[in-house]
């Protein structure tokens, strides 16, 4: 994989993904560590000054108040990452620490913090040798960003706590700086407040949300599309007039569109296309563009949300352009919270409507002449009634984490800080409804594709590959089987993007946001 330049003005949501999910390096040039070390001598020249400066000079947060003295100021910022290295929890994962590493690094490159180079340089030393901080899940409010967790990985570049070495193996972060020949930083005035003051963990959730999603939401038009044939449903209310201009909303439009290319030339939905069985389909059928859609435009406004934080410089104090450093509220991580409890709402919204799908195909009162459950022998076979009830347990828990964190602040620091975003819990809780919303779909693709092959008519092309994908991994009809590795399968189809690839090779399918 090529490796990440790493520019505070260009980098991508793509290469935080590269970065974070695939392990590519990240390299600098020395027209950034130039920027770097000019920003330091701002704050070194405001370190020798008898007026005190906050975050050089003082203490924090509510201990703002106290002069600390030029002996002190070493010990101040160890003190400072140590005490802040609060979390308690399970370990979150590697991918979150290397996106939340990648977006301090970008920071810490802006010129706009006040580190030395050689923070910098030692901060992507360690993440390039796949040294992961142990960073556990729960201490972040998402003010003052991500404290906590920031904080478990500047205590990495002192020498100090626990990480994960290349192969995953848990050890002391001394032990695993020596092995890969990384000195641990002495930190200077500053350095320590830098390191831990930014919105970057929700951010790089947020980023790796906005991947995983985009890939699910082309991922739920597919097994719309699929729910459609195994139902007898009509691929006519997809029909591109009834969009624009008549309800102008583009994700809806494009949902809709990529539902007619999967429909487009199904032996399944031309055999019924005269039959009068049926006056209308259920919303679920109908309205799954408006629903799909509506995900979609949620999600368009949340990229544009990440591509803003990707460009901003998250500290505070902050090194301004003229050489001053002057505090700020910018670590507040209200638009990211907002943006990620947005995406937990639509989340759980696509899930509802994908299960309701599946329901009907397993009810002989709607399914249009399908055995019940999708059972070989009804009575003696139960089919695929317990998979939908997985499904509905699955939907249930991700409607309930769709209750907004952010609006769930909670005064800390002695009132110092007494409104917080709650950024980091809003991130926390759309990973698993989106890791919830990724099985719901592996159901109704299972489901679907059971009731396409009992139909023994020719589904689409598109279809009909995602199919033939699915039958690689997951046996079709038949008497009853331990099903949970199969939808295990199923899910992990979704999660890769086979899904959608397969559909893709036949198709062109229309995306929100871009996945590379």
């Known amino acids: 994989m090529e490796a990440v330049v790493l520019n505070p003005e260009t980098l991508s949501p793509a290469e935080v993904v590269a970065v974070a999910r695939f392990g590519a390096r990240v390299d600098i040039d020395q027209d950034t560590l130039r920027s770097v070390a000019d920003s330091r001598g701002a704050v070194e020249s405001l370190a020798g000054q008898d007026r005190p400066v ?57 010129g706009r913090t006040g580190v030395r180079p050689q923070v910098l340089t030692t901060y992507l030393d360690i993440l390039n040798a796949g040294i992961t901080p142990v960073v556990p899940e729960h201490g972040s409010l998402g003010c003052s960003g991500d404290l906590a967790p920031l904080a478990a990985c500047a205590l990495v570049t002192m020498g100090e706590g626990e990480v994960l070495d290349s192969q995953g193996r848990s050890m002391p972060a001394a032990e695993a700086l020596a092995e890969a020949g990384i ?17 970057d963990g929700m951010l790089g959730m947020l980023i790796l949300a906005l991947r995983d999603m985009e890939n699910l939401l082309t991922a739920a038009d597919i097994s719309a599309a699929m729910s459609v044939e195994a139902l007898h ?22 949902s ?29 059928l109908r309205c799954a563009p408006q629903v799909n859609g509506a995900a979609r435009d949620a999600l368009e406004y949340a990229y544009q949300v990440a591509r803003r934080e990707l460009r901003a410089a998250i500290d505070n104090p902050v090194v301004l352009d003229s050489g001053g450093v002057s505090s700020n509220g910018n670590f507040h991580g ?43 022998d009804p009575g003696v076979d139960s089919g695929m009634m317990i998979a939908h009830y997985t499904q509905a347990a699955l939907v249930s828990e991700t409607k309930r984490l769709a209750a907004p964190a952010s609006v769930d602040s909670i005064p800390s620091s002695a009132m110092q800080e007494d409104h917080v975003a709650m950024g980091w819990s809003a991130a926390r809780k759309l990973r698993q409804a989106l890791e919830n919303l990724t099985a719901v779909l592996g159901v109704e693709i299972c489901a679907a594709a059971r009731g396409i092959d009992l139909r023994q008519v020719a589904p689409s ?17 038949g008497a009853d089987r331990f099903l949970a590795p199969e939808l295990a399968e199923a899910a992990e189809l979704v999660a890769s993007g086979s899904v959608v690839a397969a559909a893709g090779s036949v198709v062109e399918l229309s995306h929100t946001v871009p996945l590379d």
Do not use: C, W
Request: glycine fraction near 8%; aromatic fraction near 4%.
């Open 256 to 284: 809709a569109g990529n539902m007619r290319a999967l429909l487009r030339d199904s032996g399944i939905v031309a055999s019924h296309r005269d039959s009068d069985h049926l006056v209308q389909d259920a919303y679920s």
């Open 54 to 110: 906050y975050g050089v000079s003082t203490g924090f947060g509510a201990l703002a108040q106290r002069h600390i003295p030029q002996p002190l100021r070493a010990q101040l910022q160890k003190s400072l990452v140590r005490s802040h290295a609060a979390g308690i929890g399970r370990p979150v994962e590697t991918e979150v620490v290397r996106a939340l590493m990648l977006l301090r690094a970008k920071t810490l490159a802006s």
């Open 461 to 477: 092309p598109a279809t009909g590959a995602v199919l033939e994908t699915l039958r690689t991994r997951v046996p079709g009809p």
């Open 233 to 254: 449903g009509t691929d006519q209310v997809f029909l591109p007039e009834l969009f624009e201009p008549l309800r102008p909303h583009p994700g809806q439009t494009l």
């Open 183 to 199: 000195a641990p930083v002495e930190l200077a005035e500053k350095e320590g407040l830098a390191l831990i003051n930014g919105t």
């Open 334 to 376: 209200a638009p990211l919270a907002h943006a990620l409890d947005f995406l937990a709402i639509v989340t759980a919204d696509v899930a509802s409507i994908a299960e309701r799908r599946t329901d009907r195909l397993m009810d002989t009162s709607r399914n249009q002449g399908l055995p019940p459950f999708l059972a070989d």
